[in-house]
């Protein structure tokens, strides 16, 4: 079961607002309380009220929760104006050296959780509970992310015959849930939140509720998946007549979602019989969704719209494969035969 810091509510007191005008960068503008005796646990607790209050996913909250926490049960419930960088740095040190089973926390973890920390102290400076955010002086570090290895054609084709052909219990399920991870480009999570009420045959369209960000989000989808998520629907009489509301692709109980470390040892184990590649994941759906449809619109603002990214920067890194014709392309636009005048 997740642990989080219970947010119940409780009083600070501040007494009178100070206008700072000399601060650097994004704290220039703030208007800070003069400083609050306060200790780390109210803190915390006031922060991530804060954070519902301004909206954030309650999986990201989540996750601020357990950090802070990890925070706490380190250097105990103390006045937050006794914490140091130095205190800090060695929290770090030793988060870093004492990953899950007994391995080094790889950089990308620790660039999150820094970046909570950075976040906390920052927000308890702007709140005067500080004096000063020693945090400024934790840097992130660079990393260079793997490339995810997309599926092909081919191997979707061989993992969902394989799938149709079995008589597990749970192929239908299955088939139903690699097909939409292959042709509709969205997050595994995002996946795994829909309910059978989110799927529209008319509209061809999937309603995320638990889209990246917290916003909802209208995915459309092409016929051949259409067509898939119909039969699974016709086929499986029980999730049919069932209440709408209930997982499209349940656990192991109707009420219960399937949940992502399920459904990644349901690839394994299908990839596995099938034949295909054995570095390849859940995510490489994505992937290969977004190489796929780079390759027949040319067009990297759509890929990025479908795949829900804010930056089309982010896109790139999925259809780098994409841009392997680019010679053929430059040719055709640069052809003898092409009046330029």
């Not at 804060?50 to 990201?60: D, E, I, M, V, Y």
């Not at 104006?81 to 205190?87: C, K, Q, R, Y």
Request: glycine share 4%; aromatic share 10%.
């Amino acid at each position: 079961m997740k642990e989080a810091l219970n947010t119940t509510s409780f009083n600070i007191n501040i007494n009178h607002i100070v206008k700072i005008s000399t601060l650097p960068g994004a704290y220039r503008d703030y208007f800070l309380p003069e400083r609050t005796e306060i200790e780390l646990e109210a803190a915390i607790k006031a922060y991530l009220e804060h954070l519902k209050a301004s909206c954030l996913a309650a999986n990201t909250i989540y996750c601020y929760s357990r950090d802070l926490k990890r925070l706490l049960d380190k250097i105990g419930n103390i006045k937050l104006n006794l914490i140091s960088g130095g205190i800090l740095d060695k929290h770090l040190i030793q988060l870093r050296e004492t990953g899950l089973d007994s391995s080094t926390r790889s950089i990308v973890t620790m660039n999150k959780i820094k970046s909570v920390y950075r976040s906390f102290f920052k927000w308890c400076f702007i709140k005067g509970f500080i004096d000063k955010d020693f945090t400024l002086d934790i840097r992130l570090v660079r990393s260079n992310s793997m490339r995810t290895i997309p599926i092909n054609p081919e191997e979707i084709s061989a993992l969902l015959n394989t799938i149709s052909t079995s008589n597990d219990l749970h192929s239908q399920r299955d088939k139903a849930l690699f097909s939409v991870y292959a042709y509709s480009g969205i997050r595994r999570a995002e996946a795994l939140a829909l309910r059978i009420c989110d799927y529209d045959g008319n509209a061809k369209i999937l309603s995320l509720p638990k889209a990246k960000g917290g916003a909802k989000k209208i995915q459309p989808i092409p016929s051949i998946l259409s067509f898939m998520l119909d039969e699974y629907l016709d086929n499986d009489f029980s999730l049919k007549h069932s209440n709408c509301k209930l997982p499209l692709f349940p656990g192991n109980k109707p009420e219960d979602f399937l949940s992502g470390r399920q459904a990644g040892n349901r690839f394994d184990k299908w990839k596995r019989i099938a034949g295909i590649r054995k570095n390849l994941t859940t995510h490489s759906f994505r992937a290969s969704y977004a190489t796929q449809l780079y390759r027949s619109t040319k067009d990297p603002l759509l890929v990025s719209h479908l795949l829900g990214h804010r930056s089309v920067n982010t896109t790139t890194r999925y259809i780098k494969e994409g841009f392997t014709d680019i010679g053929d392309v430059l040719e055709k636009a640069f052809s003898p035969n092409v009046n330029f005048l």
